[in-house]
């Protein structure tokens, strides 16, 4: 059994307003909660996660390797747990993937000494017996060069030079002796009925221990790379030592830095005008404390992406410091998964696809499960015009991580985009009433969707809402603003007018473009528009979609046609 002084003699996890402590202790606002062995256990490894899936099979062997358990123990484990962290609706820590496990839900940092990571861990990729169907010396190289992209985690690959002969069970034999890998990958092709399967196992050397098998049906024309990309990413979740390590990525080296820190993405995922203000000027001082830490530039990078999004910042400007900041953090941390993931997303807002593709994939390589790079990949998908993939990616965000705020406001718009008023209303309701109770963004948009079909008591009661918790600025405020017109008509120009003349243009630009066409006609709005062109604004192709604009879009499409 695992105890907090396996490999944690010097570890303290910080989450929520818990610490817990090298010794064991877990303190909760200075007051010591007491934790029996095996719930300190479990705790660690969902911990050491952070916020990774840990099934109940890696809970089960690691926490109770001593005896014989069934999962009842452990359910009742997670339940001893979660009093003791104080759980309720609103304030959960660990969250149940039903069939698979267990992931911890909050951010958590950690407090040590760094130490170099020394790789430990190597495997021995065999030559695969196929059909003529599928080329085994392909497929094994290409195996090789894909396993080596864990390099930087620990993982050596034994070049094909040494495998490439080993085909019957004295030659594995032979090699494993020499040469001593941890791991073996072999496989071979079989005919079931019509279909051709590929049967792959995982082993480990040591008594030769299988660790996980799997058979793939092959089809037609299947792509080498999908094949491989499968096989390899059974890599994150079948050799632990492997694992991208997220909380090495979040170890600081005193308590205040990581506090700040905490306190900092606790701000940036409430995800509000005024939360995402106080993130910002938590950052701020989280990079003069902690200048050396990669994640602390990546939260700054999306803080300024967020503000960006929501009209709280220039937005042009907001984009120059997001690329700052993801440069730091890749020159910082050059495998961090959500260092590439931001830097990906900030190439395909410039319009750099295949680059950004590039970057996805090995982010997403690295970090499978991450919600945080679904809603990434997300952003990328509607900026490349592809909605419906966009919206599965947002709902994979939300499988994951459904208290996302920021994916629920923009799954709601897509629906919106590409379905219904009605089945985006009905959206809204849900994650407000589940997720996001009195969240402003959420609230905005509702009230805006209400106001287009004319629901009036619901929206005017969702503005007054809004007007009373003091968040009406940027974009909720413009989304305010057309829903006054959607229920008011003509008497609300006057309203729509003023606003028009006193907001600051740089922080909403593109979203203010129903409203001018509103106020000042369409002349108007197709001036503004090719403005925005002309100045290379790059949000507009997030604009384009909007149903109250794709009239304007198409005009604007045929008056680049008939100038090229």
Not at 145 to 168: E, K, M, N, R, W
Not at 198 to 206: A, D, K
Not at 355 to 376: C, E, G, I, N
Not at 540 to 562: F, G, T, V, Y
Request: proline share 4%; charged share 15%.
């Amino acid at each position: 059994m695992i105890s907090c002084t396996d490999s944690h003699t010097d570890k303290q996890y910080v989450f929520g307003d818990f610490v817990l402590y090298a010794s064991g202790a877990l303190v909760h606002q200075k007051r010591q909660v007491h934790v029996p062995p095996k719930e300190l256990a479990v705790l660690i490894l969902l911990l050491d996660a952070a916020g990774g899936l840990v099934s109940k099979d890696t809970i089960l062997n690691r926490a109770w390797a001593d005896s014989d358990v069934n999962e009842e123990s452990l359910t009742r484990c997670i339940y001893v747990l979660r009093r003791m962290l104080m759980e309720s609706k609103h304030c959960r820590y660990i969250d149940t993937v039903y069939g698979k496990g267990y992931r911890f839900s909050r951010h958590v940092a950690i407090v040590s000494k760094p130490r170099a990571q020394v790789p430990h861990t190597s495997i021995a990729i065999l030559p695969f017996c196929t059909h003529p169907q599928l080329n085994a010396v392909n497929l094994h190289h290409t195996l090789i060069q894909t396993f080596s992209q864990y390099s930087p985690f620990g993982l050596t690959v034994l070049p094909a030079v040494i495998t490439q002969h080993c085909h019957d069970l004295s030659d594995i034999m032979a090699l494993i002796e020499q040469f001593n890998p941890d791991y073996y990958l072999a496989g071979k092709t079989v005919f079931m009925g019509n279909s051709l399967q590929l049967r792959f196992e995982l082993v480990r050397s040591t008594g030769h221990q299988l660790i996980h098998h799997e058979s793939i049906e092959l089809c037609v024309d299947q792509p080498l790379s999908s094949l491989q990309n499968r096989i390899a990413a059974l890599i994150p979740s079948r050799i632990p030592e492997v694992q991208w390590n997220s909380t090495q990525a979040n170890t600081f080296d005193s308590l205040d830095s990581a506090v700040l820190y905490l306190h900092a993405q606790h701000e940036l995922k409430r995800y509000t005008p005024s939360s995402l203000q106080l993130a910002l000027s938590l950052l701020r001082q989280c990079v003069c404390i902690s200048p050396e830490q990669a994640p602390v530039y990546c939260s700054l990078a999306e803080c300024y992406l967020s503000m960006s999004q929501l009209g709280l910042f220039d937005q042009q400007q907001a984009l120059t410091n997001v690329r700052q900041a993801v440069n730091k953090a890749i020159e910082l941390a050059p495998s961090n998964p959500h260092a590439l993931g931001l830097l990906a997303l900030i190439s395909c807002i410039h319009s750099e696809y295949m680059v950004a593709m590039a970057l996805f994939k090995q982010a997403r390589f690295l970090a499978p499960d991450s919600a945080t790079l679904d809603y990434y990949y997300a952003w990328h998908l509607f900026l490349s015009g592809d909605l419906l993939q966009a919206k599965q990616s947002l709902q994979d965000c939300l499988t994951r991580d459904p208290a996302h705020i920021a994916a629920s406001a923009l799954k709601i718009c897509l629906t919106y985009y590409t379905s219904s008023l009605d089945e985006a209303i009905t959206l809204g309701w849900r994650q407000l009433s589940q997720y996001g109770q009195e969240h402003p963004v959420l609230q905005s948009v509702q009230a805006l969707l209400l106001a287009l079909q004319k629901k009036t008591a619901q929206a005017e009661e969702l503005i007054q809402v809004i007007h009373a918790s003091g968040e009406n600025t940027g974009l909720i405020a413009v989304n305010l603003c057309y829903a006054q017109y959607s229920l008011q008509g003509d008497a609300a120009l006057p309203l729509l007018q003023t606003f028009l003349n006193n907001i600051d243009s740089r922080h909403v630009r593109a979203s203010l473009l129903p409203l001018i066409k509103i106020v000042h006609g369409k002349d108007a709005v197709l001036d503004f528009w090719r403005q925005l062109d002309r100045d290379a604004y790059h949000w507009m192709r997030a604009w384009r979609h909007d149903p109250r604009l794709k009239n304007l879009a198409k005009e604007i499409e045929r008056q680049h046609s008939e100038t090229a």
